[in-house]
T-cell receptor, first 113, second 115 residues
């Protein structure tokens, strides 16, 4: 069994300041981990994924995440928030071939001007 | 690349009618597709896994006779909500597993409103 916990349901930052969205996972085997972003009334867009290669993963739009096995974490970061980053973010865990995906509850990111 | 489409994007229907939602992978083949349901301000819930040429695998608590899934080709899966009721109103999202990438690519979603 596997699951993810997104530690914050809502994060609010000012434009130009760093973003940190926290995610902890639980998995009985080597997982694949993903971050997806969902803008209002839209589908999900893949930001980045970790699949047992480099532990620091760079994604689109300046986002990156670091896989820390000792902490079972996969936090999403961005050095400088932009207004267009305001959205819902989902941390997702799956098995190594991308099946059995389990979604976190989501973190709503608000960016203040 | 890796574009997934859904049709229709939104649908309003009367209670008791059936609604079919299509999910297509436009530029790749997908042996496996997935159907999710998302309630307002909540995360996605996996409903079923659809494999081309075989029966879908449903998650616990999902009625297979209520939500009929057909995966007739490597680029198309359909979800039919039979005898829809207001409680079936939701946002339905499909995803397609792009072979060799271990990544699911998501469609834009279909918003269903049952009156």
């Amino acid at each position: 069994a596997q699951s993810v916990t997104q530690l914050d349901s809502h994060v609010s930052v000012s434009e130009g300041t760093p973003v940190l969205l926290r995610c902890n996972y639980s998995s009985s085997y080597s997982p694949s981990l993903f971050w997806y972003v969902q803008h209002p009334n839209k589908g999900l867009q893949l930001l980045l994924k970790y699949t047992s290669a480099a532990t620091l993963v760079k994604g689109i739009n300046g986002f990156e995440a670091e896989f820390k096995k000792s902490e079972t974490s996969f936090h999403l970061t961005k050095p400088s928030a932009h207004m267009s980053d305001a959205a819902e973010y989902f941390c997702v865990v799956s098995d190594i071939i991308g099946n059995d995906m389990r979604f976190g509850a989501g973190t709503r990111l608000t960016v203040k001007p | 690349g890796a574009v997934v489409s859904q049709h229709p994007s939104w649908v309003i229907c009367k209670s008791g009618t059936s609604v079919k939602i299509e999910c297509r992978s436009l530029d790749f083949q997908a042996t496996t597709m997935f159907w999710y349901r998302q309630f307002p301000k909540q995360s996605l819930m996996l409903m079923a896994t659809s494999n081309e040429g075989s029966k879908a695998t449903y998650e616990q608590g999902v009625e297979k006779d209520k939500f009929l899934i057909n995966h007739a080709s490597l680029t198309l899966s359909t979800l039919t909500v039979t005898s829809a009721h207001p409680e079936d109103s939701s946002f339905y999202i499909c995803s397609a597993d792009r072979t060799g990438t271990e990544t699911q690519y998501f469609g834009p979603g279909t918003r269903l409103l049952v009156l």
